[in-house]
RNA sequence: GUGGUAAUAGCUCAGUUGGUUAGAGCACUGGUUUGUGGUACCAGGGGUCGCCGGUUCAAGUCCGGUUUACCACCCCA
C-alpha cells in the first residue's frame, strides 16, 4: 500500500469543498478591504530563506539540490519572496500597496496536531503606509476573515500588544540590541514557563533586579485599559528622552483604538502586553487572535491568526527600506476552530438536475437535455449506466438534485418532457425546447404537488 | 530532534487468561422494482489485524525492532 507522505493531506471532494469555503470567506473578506491578489513561486533559492532567517532554518525547509546544481527550497513562508516582488518595484507602487494571497507553504517539522508539514495560509500585507492607520486597517480585514464565518467576539478575541513598548520599557531600563531581543525571548515564554525558571533566565541580564523586572512585566501584561497602561508606562520614564518617547508612542496607542473602535471593532480587541511573537523583525504594533476557552475568558490552543508591523524587513533583505505591516491565518487551526464552534455549513455538492430516460431513443434526447442545462449553467446529472425507471429515480433521490427531468417514451412522442420536484413530488409536462427555461423556474419556485 | 500512548474493513469501533474460518454499525454494490425516488427487506463485495522479526503446538492477542498517527517538550507559521 502506497502511503502519504508524513504531514501531508489528500483532499476528497468533501475535504475540498471544506477547504474551498474557508478560502472563499477569506477572499471576500480581503477583497472587500480592498486587497488585490499575488501570487510567487512555490518553489525559490534556498537563499532567499537563509538570508531573513539564518542557517539554522535550513533544519526546517524541504530542501535539495536541483539538477541545474541550483540550491532551493519549498517555500515555507511567503513573506521574503513578497518583499522582494515589493522591493523590485516599490518606487512606482503605489502607496498604500494592499496584497494579499492564499498559499500552500511548506516546512520540514516534525507533524503534530494543527501543525503539518504543508498548510495553506491566508497573508494580507501592506506596504508604505507608517501610521497606525495601516495597522488598523490590517486588523480590520484580519478580524473581517473571521467574521465572514459567523464568529464574534464570544468566539474568539484579538490580543493587541505593542513591540516598540517593550524595547522602550527596556531601553528604560538600559537594555538595548541583542540583549533586549533575548529578553523579549523570554518574556515571550512567560506565561508557559514556571516563575523560577523565568527568573532564571533573567539574572544574566539584570542580576539582582531581575525580581524587579519581572514584577514589571507581571504588572505590564496584566493592564487591560488604555489609561491604565498609560499611566504605568509613564511612570517608568527615567529621563526626558524616553519620556518622549512614551508619550509618541501613547499617543499612536490612542489613534489605533480609536480606528478599531470607529470600525465597531473595539469587542475583539484586548489590551495584551502578553503577546511578543517570537520573530525578530516585528517593530511595532503585534497582536494574535486566539479562539476563546468555553468560559468566555481564557484563551484556547494555538493562535488562529497573527501579525504585526515589521518596517525593517524588507530593508534588511537588501531592497529600500519600506514600511509594512502584515499577517498571516492558517487553514489548519482554521478548520478545527470552526468545527469546534459549529460555522461550517452543510456542504452543498448535488446537481440541480437529474435526468431519467429509458430506451435508446430517450436516451438521444437526454444527452441533448443534458448539453442544454449545463450550458445554461444548471448542474446536471443523469445515469452514466441507464437502468430501470425505478433505479433512475433512486439514483436521483440519492444524487441529492432537486428536480427530475423525465424523458420516457410517452413525453418523447408528444415533444415533451416531465419535470418532478423531487421535494414536493409536484410535477409538470413541458414542450422539451424550454426545458432549460423551465428548469431554471422550477429550480427558483418548486413545483407544488397535484 | 527527545519522551509517552496508540495502530483491527472506506469511517466509528468490539474481539475474554494466546485456541476453529476475525465481527458489528454506518458507508458501498446488487436484488425485491423495465414508468416514479432517498425508507424498508434480502443478498453481496471489501481485512496479509500497520510492517519486519521472535516466543509458542498455536499470535489480532505475548516480546523486540520499525513506520505512521496522536499527546507533551524543543522550535516555529
Redesign the pocket.
Known sequence: ?L??????RDFYPEDCARRDFIFRVWAEAARAHGFRRYDIPTLEPLELFTEK?GPEIVS?LFNFTDKGGREVALR??LTPSLARMVGARVATLRKPVKWFNIAE?F?Y???????????Y?LNCDIFGEPGPAADAELIAVCLACLRGFGAGPEDCALRLSDRTLWTLLLEAMGIEGAGAMEVL?IV??FE??PREETLKRLRPHFGEACEDFLGQVEALMALREFGEMAAFMRSLAPNADIRKKIETRIGLWRELLDALDAMELSPFVRIDLGIV???AYYSGFVFEVFKLAPDGKGYAG??LA?GGRYDHLVGKLGFPETEAVGF?M?D?TMAQFLEEKKKLPPIVD?PDVFI?A??DA?RRAALGLATRLRADGIRTEYAL?A?????Q?????????RL?V?V?????AAGNA?L??????G?AVVPLATVPAAAREALAEGIGSA
Open positions: 500500500m502511503e502519504r507522505l508524513p504531514g501531508f532567517s526546517q515555507p513562508e507553504n516546512r517539522e516534525k507533524p503534530q496536531e494543527g501543525r503539518l508539514r504543508s498548510h495560509q525571548g515571550d515564554k508557559r514557563t511573537r517570537g520573530l494555538r493562535a497573527g498571516g492558517g489548519v448535488a431519467v429509458a430506451g430517450e449506466r437502468p430501470g425507471f425505478g433505479k429515480f433512486r439514483l436521483a433521490g440519492q444524487s441529492g438534485a427530475a423525465v420516457g417514451g410517452d413525453e418523447l416531465r418532478k420536484d423531487l421535494a414536493s413530488g410535477e
